[in-house]
């Protein structure tokens, strides 16, 4: 007989990576040995993705070959061109992005081989294109005529201009590559559980990122950031503390706080916290920050809970002007990166993931025919 499971995994070791790392009771994130505290505000989302995906921080070199090939990787294939109209219409922002990824996949002129080679072209397509991808879904459905992709203009710098039509400050677009930055990896978490459970079949890179992009969406995890801001705008600036309180009396989750792994500050939300407070200075209207500093104390006070990455990631990308249903689009933008060194790793040293289950339903049934039940 099995043994009796752990519900949602706590503290199974599901995998050995060389990718990130944590230490959940000191608050410490690294990506392959480097401190997230360090790497945060000093190295772009592109030298993070080559670290992740290559397995070093690029050379000079490496870095303007690496930027050639994601400019390059940043033209979308005719099947999603030709349905990303309709998918705009009907699809909400990350079920659109499952579908056109899946749609890219079909597209991918590697779509056919799995060796390290592909699938490292295939890693660089995938994070060129996803970001081009949530633009053009976000002017498709709200009938906006947005700029070319940029060659010149780093994933950061491309994105905010082509989401929000104007073109971003130095401060914006450097704040906004630390956050890529700050969600490129994170360990088992779902939707790289997902990733890799995929991968683990042998099947391909688009079929494990479709089942990230589907495990990210959930409020529990990289949905959690789009529930911060609707929180937010639905509390009386003047009546937080109570209202937090009052929630959490009736049983209610606040979206953004607690995590499997922190038993502290979250790394990520130090940063994050930082940057949300300098945005909000900047566009003179701090109201929201002010809020979540509140939401911050009591939820401490009450619960004894910190913030995870996606508290004040809301905020910060709210005053980036980023609309509120693309949050978790930019959480996948990022973890893109994170996603498909995993399935690279997966690959290199595959076995079938198979876990076990505890039984606990009828036994012993007796069939009966249809006319007798
Ligand atoms: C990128 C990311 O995915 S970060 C996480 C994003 N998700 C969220 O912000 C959603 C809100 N947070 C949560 O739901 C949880 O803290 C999770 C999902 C992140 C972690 O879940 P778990 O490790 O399974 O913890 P679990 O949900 O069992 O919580 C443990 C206890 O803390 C409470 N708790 C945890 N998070 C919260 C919260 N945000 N608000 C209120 N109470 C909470 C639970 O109700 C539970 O209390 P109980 O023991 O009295 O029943
Ligand atoms: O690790 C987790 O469980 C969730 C998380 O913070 C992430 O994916 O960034």
Not at 257 to 266: A, I, L, N, P
Request: charged share 25%; hydrophobic share 40%.
């Amino acid at each position: 007989m099995a043994d009796k499971p752990t519900k949602g995994l706590a503290d199974v070791v599901a995998a050995s990576t060389a990718l990130s790392d944590i230490d959940g009771q000191a608050g410490l994130l690294f990506y392959r040995g480097y401190d997230i505290h360090d790497l945060a505000g000093r190295t772009t989302f592109e030298e993070i993705a080559h670290l992740l995906q290559h397995g070093a921080l690029p050379t000079r070199e490496q870095l303007a070959a690496y930027g050639a090939e994601l400019v390059g990787g940043r033209k979308i294939g005719a099947l999603a061109e030709a349905n990303i109209a309709e998918i705009a219409e009907k699809q909400a922002p990350m079920e659109a992005l499952r579908t056109l990824v899946s749609l890219a996949g079909g597209d991918d002129p590697d779509k056919d081989s799995n060796t390290p080679e592909a699938n490292l072209r295939k890693a660089a397509r995938l994070t060129a294109q996803q970001p081009i991808l949530v633009a053009r879904y976000h002017a498709a459905r709200t009938g906006a005529t947005i700029p070319e992709p940029d060659p010149e203009l780093s994933v950061a710098a491309n994105f905010l201009l082509q989401i929000t039509g104007r073109t971003p400050g130095q401060h914006e677009v450097e704040t906004f590559d630390a956050c890529l930055v700050l969600h490129a990896d994170h360990t088992m978490n779902a939707s790289t559980f997902a990733a890799r459970v995929c991968a683990a079949t042998l099947s391909d890179m688009h079929s494990a990122i479709v089942a990230a992009i589907g495990t990210l969406k959930g409020p529990l995890h990289g949905g959690a950031n789009e529930q911060v801001m609707r929180t937010l705008e639905s509390l009386d600036p003047s009546a937080v503390a109570q209202s937090v309180r009052d929630r959490l009396a009736a049983g209610e989750k606040i979206m953004g706080f607690g995590h499997r792994v922190y038993k502290t500050e979250d790394p990520r939300a130090t940063h994050l916290r930082k940057m949300s407070q300098e945005l909000a200075e900047a566009s003179g209207d701090d109201t929201y920050y002010r809020m979540s500093k509140e939401m911050e104390e009591v939820v401490f006070e009450t619960k004894g809970l910190y913030p995870n990455v996606d508290f004040y990631a809301a905020t910060v990308y709210h005053y980036l002007g980023i609309p509120t249903d693309l949050f978790t689009p930019v959480f996948s933008v990022s973890r893109m990166a994170g996603w498909t060194a995993h399935v690279i790793e997966q690959h290199a040293d595959n076995r079938l993931i198979r876990p076990d289950s505890e039984y606990i339903g009828e036994r012993g049934q007796k069939w009966k025919p249809l006319a007798e039940r």
